[in-house]
Structures are given as C-alpha cells and as structure tokens.
C-alpha cells in the first residue's frame, strides 16, 4: 500500500517568506510526528500528533513553527518568516497508534532559505 | 537527560570484515531502542528493534543496560550494507511519545 508523502519535496525560499509543508501519513494511522534533520544534527522531534488529543509541541524550536493536523489524517508543517537556520530536511512519520513498534517516515521535504 | 550518542560519524570496512556500530544512551526510565537504516536515496526505515530479539540482514544488537550501550553488529558486511544508520531511544511520557535519535553513522563497505 501506499507509504507516507510529503510535499514539495524540495522547495527554496526567500529568508522573512511563510513556507507550508505537507504530511500525508498512511492511511488508518492515528499517530503522526514531524522530525527535522539538518546537517550534522541528526534528526530532532518537533511535534506529535495522536487522534483526537492535544499535540506535544514541545519540540518546535521557536513560535515561528506550527502545525496542525486536520481531521486526524493530513498535517501541515507552517514555518514563518523563514530564517537561514531553518534550512534542512524535514521528515514526517506516522504509526497505526500510539505504542507501535515501527514508525513510517516520508521521503521528506529539503527546504533552503536563501 | 534523555541522549543518544553514536561516537563515531563514519567507518569504512572491506566486504566481508565484521562491523560494529556503537550507540550509548542516557535515560532514566526503561529504555526501548530501535536502529534506523536510510540507504542512498531511500526514506529511513526500520532495521530492528531490541524487544524483538531478531536477526534482520545479518544484523543483531543486543540492550546492555549496564553499560546502557545498544551496539549493531553484523559478523560479514556486505556492500549492500552501505548506508546511514541511526541509534533511537523511544520516550514515552505524559501521554507523548517520540524517537530520540542519535547523530548517524555512514558505513561504507567496500568491494
């Protein structure tokens, strides 16, 4: 079946610009999670979605991130004003539910910020 | 504080060496462990998980709470093998849940 996807895959920016990425996870899986890997860092938790409850946004880095995730399926990763440091791969995961031993990552999205 | 760390960024053996990729980590609570595998130009994915106990690709890792050291290891590498592995420690708390990850490791298996 079909996997998580992300879109754009690649999308470049102007710094001070407003970027949306996009988080198709797969289909019936109740948790969702966005990580953002940049060069050198590994990869870091930003947020996490399951069902109905509250999102743990105690990843974002800064109030210049949001996401929300609309009628438990599709989420939508919103960075304002762009700065330079945001530039990196940005991966979204999901699991059929909170617990499960294997979480499914997109293929990402690589943003730069000019 | 919650932390795992892979000490080495690369390494680079022949076909048929044994390898070991390291990976420690820092947690108070009962640590569950995973290793991520992303090979070139693919989406990261699953490569075992240490409740499972399992072999997959000839890969095996064992929890040593003691040393809190979960290392990869594979007796032959295969050129196939190449690829950037990650360490992950799953953090469940206050009705949360998410991978903390290591820095990666590239292993390049040469012919």
């Known amino acids: 079946g079909a996997g998580v996807s992300q879109s754009p895959s690649n999308k470049v920016t102007e710094k001070g610009k407003d970027v949306e990425l996009r988080c198709d996870p797969i289909?019936?899986?109740?948790?969702l999670y966005w990580y953002r890997q940049s060069l050198g860092q590994g990869l870091e938790f930003l947020i996490y979605f399951q069902g109905n409850s509250a999102p743990d946004k105690s990843g974002l880095p800064s109030d210049r991130f949001s996401a929300e995730r609309t009628g438990g399926s599709v989420s939508t990763l919103t960075i304002q004003r762009t700065q330079q440091e945001d530039s990196a791969v940005y991966l979204c995961a999901s699991t059929l539910q909170a617990g499960a031993n294997e979480q499914y990552f997109g293929p990402g999205t690589r943003l730069t910020v000019t | 504080a919650q932390r795992v760390t892979q000490p080495e960024k690369l390494l680079s053996v022949f076909k048929g060496a044994p390898v070991e990729l390291k990976c420690n980590y820092s947690?108070?609570?009962?640590?569950?462990l995973f290793w991520y595998v992303q090979y070139s130009r693919q989406r990261l994915q699953l490569l075992l998980r240490?409740?499972s106990r399992e072999s997959i690709k000839g890969f095996t890792a064992d929890l040593n709470k003691g040393e809190t050291s979960f290392h990869l290891k594979k007796p032959f590498a295969q050129e196939e093998d190449s690829a950037m592995y990650y360490c992950a420690l799953r953090i469940t708390q206050g009705g949360s849940e998410k991978l903390v990850f290591g820095k990666g490791m590239k292993l390049t298996v040469n012919p």
């Open positions: 289909s019936g899986h109740t948790a």
């Open positions: 947690y108070s609570g009962s640590p569950e």
């Open positions: 240490h409740i």
